[in-house]
């Protein structure tokens, strides 16, 4: 079984930064594709970037050149650095992993942290 752990979430001002990350308690963590999702109030869920267990990543469209993911195996741990926030970038943000073969909706997720931009 993997737990996720989110951190590093809170209240920032527009154009501000914040680092999230998410430590797993797996010891597959790292044949693992990651991800990190988000969802505001009264919509649906997002993703917003995903590294594979490879070091292939994607963006939504939305965050590319602002948010970075990267992910430390030795750590166990997945980071999202975030730039440039925006208020529409307020939402719970959700770590998950998929293994191998597997959606992410199908593997495993964190319990979402808040980040709340200011304007």
């Known amino acids: 079984h993997v737990q996720l752990v989110e951190s590093g979430g809170g209240v920032v001002q527009a154009v501000g930064s914040l680092r999230l990350s998410c430590a797993s308690s797996g010891s597959i963590f790292g044949l693992m594709g990651l991800g990190w999702f988000r969802q505001a109030p009264g919509k649906q869920r997002e993703l917003v970037a995903s590294?594979?267990?490879?070091?292939?990543?994607t963006y939504a469209d939305s965050v590319k050149g602002r948010f970075t993911i990267s992910r430390d195996n030795t750590k166990n741990t997945v980071y999202l650095q975030m730039n440039s926030l925006k208020p529409e970038d307020t939402a719970v943000y959700y770590c998950?992993?998929?293994?191998?073969?597997?959606?992410?909706?199908?593997?495993?997720w964190g319990q979402g942290i808040q980040v709340t931009v200011s304007s």
């Open positions: 998950a992993a998929r293994p191998f073969g597997d959606t992410f909706e199908a593997g495993y």
């Open positions: 590294i594979t267990n490879g070091g292939e990543i």
